[in-house]
């Protein structure tokens, strides 16, 4: 069963490639959604997929990319959007 995550990302996460590696794990889990930076310096995420993939991809989220300093990860799901992709920059 397909679930969706929101998960906000804060610490050292911009300008360490993190949307990036976020992007390239998630399609190593068949994870589909979206990365952006948001202006408060955090990032935001929203994925969709299996629960065992979604559960990878936040223990990954938990350390990033190696020149990351992940501080705090906050999630709660949502409704099933139906993603298609995982996209960089993603623009509501």
Request: net charge positive; proline share 2%.
């Amino acid at each position: 069963m397909i679930k969706h995550l929101n998960i906000k990302i804060s610490g050292q996460v911009q300008g360490v490639f993190f949307r990036t590696s976020a992007k390239k794990e998630a399609e190593n889990l068949n994870i589909s959604g979206f990365v952006r930076n948001e202006l408060n310096g955090t990032v935001y995420i929203e994925a969709e997929g299996e629960k065992n993939n979604l559960d990878k991809f936040l223990r990954w989220c938990k350390n990033g990319p190696e020149a990351a300093q992940v501080k705090n990860i906050e999630f709660t799901e949502g409704p099933v959007k139906n993603f298609k992709t995982f996209d960089r920059n993603y623009e509501d």
